[in-house]
């Protein structure tokens, strides 16, 4: 867009890079006829997970527990109302793997540690350091902002001057976790994990003086 003596433009770039962290979400969850069973059992399974995290080589600082529920089970029966049919215990562990190393194995071995008690809620891969590749979405952004302020720049016949102003905004996307289609043996061993890759976009807004 030209103005008077400026011209303001958008560039826009994008760079990607493989992720290196893959964050967990376990549940544990048992039901049980007593409250104290049903304690007593999560906490169990929930150590299990533990020690299997720790056989894997993952630092107590990468898992952190939360969100424990105590509730009761029960079950509408004509005449009588809500029953209570069992108790209810679960809790979630939130743990960062390092994708360089065998996550495949790590969930695995989580699952079998575990039971019938885990949930896997959800995966996330994620990039720990994004610096690099957002200073090349930057850098290609700026670059589409030179060539296409120039062009504009060419067609008036005036060229760029002094920068006037610059606005940035930056984004980042993540592509969804891919698995490949597993049999009823997959537990057995490890299900294969397709990260991806992680994209990080970049805009910046820069009005030139055109001299």
């Known amino acids: ?20 962290t893959l964050t967990l979400n376990i549940g544990v969850e048992v039901v049980r006829s007593t409250l104290t069973d049903a304690y007593q059992d999560a906490a169990r399974s929930l150590q299990a997970v533990q020690r299997a995290l720790d056989a894997v080589d993952v630092a107590r600082k990468d898992s952190a527990t939360s969100g424990l529920s105590l509730r009761a089970e029960t079950s509408w029966q004509e005449g009588k109302g809500n029953l209570v049919t ?3 215990c679960s809790s979630t562990l939130t743990v960062k793997l390092a994708l360089a190393r065998d996550a495949q194995q790590a969930i695995a071995a989580i699952v079998e540690a575990g039971g019938n008690d885990v949930r896997l809620n959800g995966l996330q891969a994620s990039i720990s350091d994004p610096g690099e590749v957002a200073e090349q979405a930057r850098t290609l952004a700026w670059a589409d902002a030179v060539r296409n302020a ?13 920068v006037l102003s610059i606005m940035e905004n930056q984004d980042g996307s993540m592509p969804p976790m891919r698995f490949e289609r597993m049999d009823k043996a997959a537990f057995a061993g490890a299900m294969p994990i397709e990260a991806g890759e992680a994209a990080v976009s970049a805009s910046v807004t820069v009005t030139w003086e055109l001299v």
Request: glycine content about 14%.
């Open 1 to 20: 867009m030209e103005t008077n003596n400026t011209v303001t433009v958008t560039g826009r770039g994008a760079a990607s890079q493989a992720p290196d």
């Open 86 to 88: 069992g108790y209810s």
């Open 150 to 162: 120039s062009h504009f720049a060419e067609l008036s016949g005036r060229t760029l001057g002094r």
